[in-house]
């Protein structure tokens, strides 16, 4: 049973999982640690978690799960920053938005341990303690890697711990995974960076008109394109393999569309157009969006889904 739960980074998912906590499972207790003191500080005021420690040792100390809610990149110096405090018993898990090489790090970095790593896919471009909001992860996936030959029971504890927090578990291979989110999450991305860096470039020859005109479709890039750039440094570098692979089919894919356009080969384009527009469609009918101008995106709802 999991009574006590240790979040490591108070950012924007680990201040979710906090108020989601303590707003679905009041009785389970929480306790958390940010890096940086002025983190601490604003989670402390906001009540992200039930106790704001000065350690990592200190968070972990009485869990019986620790989710590390930090970078991808930073996930091995954090789990050995609380190695030697954390309990025999306790179950080790993650947020982190690529998952093969996340769950080698936290293998090498705590080998004594369970590791149950999870992607919950859910975000916003927003980060920081300020950022985060109870109802983030309701009706969203939350993807979990165990290995193997991982325990039963720890696994559905954890899966039971998600969707109290209003997620859909789904169990898969982290490399699986990997492919899935390098097409889903980091490819689109990675274009809105490439976009809104070609138009900001673009900007010094045409004196400011490419923001100044900005149409909606650019708009909803820089959306994407304003998410943090460390953690997004730290996907692409983690998930190297998979996102090369997509972005290679990408560029072929790109390649053939400039050509159509040289050739005037209206039909290509049309046929493309009608396909993807299909695939919209269900998009919105499986409930992952909806129709509502600015696809029902208020204040808080801004999602990435990544
Ligand atoms: P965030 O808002 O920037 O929060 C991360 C926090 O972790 C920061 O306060 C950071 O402090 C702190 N931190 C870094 N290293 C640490 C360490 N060793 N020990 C303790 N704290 C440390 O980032 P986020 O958006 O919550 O992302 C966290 C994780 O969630 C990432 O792995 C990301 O891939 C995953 N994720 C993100 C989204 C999304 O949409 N944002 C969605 C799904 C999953 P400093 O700023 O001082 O480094």
Redesign the pocket.
């Known amino acids: 049973m999991i009574q006590c739960v240790a979040i490591?980074?108070?950012?924007?998912?680990?201040?979710?999982v906090g108020l989601a906590l303590q707003e679905s499972l009041p009785q389970v207790a929480t306790t958390g640690?940010?890096?940086?003191p002025s983190?601490r500080e604003q989670a402390a005021e906001r009540g992200l978690v039930g106790t704001v420690c000065a350690s990592?040792a200190e968070a972990v100390k009485h869990a019986d799960l620790v989710i590390l809610?930090?970078?991808?990149g930073?996930?091995e110096?954090?789990a050995r920053?609380m190695a030697h405090a954390l309990p025999q018993h306790a179950i080790v898990s993650?947020?982190?938005?690529?998952k093969a090489t996340?769950g080698e790090a936290l293998g090498r970095a705590l080998p004594d341990h369970l590791v149950i790593p999870a992607?919950?896919?859910?975000?916003?471009?927003?980060?920081?303690?300020d950022?985060?909001f109870a109802s983030l992860f309701r009706n969203r996936w939350c993807i979990l890697t165990p290995a193997p030959d991982a325990p039963e029971q720890a696994v559905a504890d954890v899966s039971a711990l998600w969707e109290s927090l209003g997620a859909t578990v789904e169990i898969m291979d982290p490399v699986h995974h990997d492919r899935v989110l390098a097409v889903t999450s980091h490819l689109p991305h990675l274009i809105a960076y490439t976009i809104v860096g070609t138009a900001s470039d673009l900007e010094e020859v045409t004196r400011g008109e490419v923001i100044k005109y900005s149409a909606g479709g650019f708009r909803d890039f820089t959306r994407i394109a304003a998410?943090?750039p460390?953690?997004w440094r730290?996907?692409f570098l983690a998930n190297r393999e998979a996102v090369l692979e997509m972005l290679g089919r990408f560029t072929e894919d790109l390649t053939a569309l400039q050509r159509a356009i040289r050739n005037s080969d209206g039909d290509t384009l049309f046929d493309l157009f009608t396909r993807t527009r299909a695939i919209r469609r269900s998009i919105v009918e499986q409930g992952q969006d909806d129709e509502r101008a600015d696809f029902g995106r208020s204040d808080h709802a801004i999602d990435?889904r990544?």
């Not at 490591?8 to 979710?16: E, F, H, N, P, V």
């Not at 809610?69 to 991808?72: A, D, F, G």
Request: contains cysteine.
């Open positions: 490591i980074g108070l950012g924007l998912l680990g201040g979710s640690y940010d890096a940086d983190v990592a809610c930090v970078p991808v930073a996930m110096a954090a920053e993650d947020v982190g938005s690529s996340v992607h919950p896919v859910a975000g916003t471009e927003r980060s920081g303690p950022a985060g998410s943090d460390t953690m730290d996907v990435n990544d």
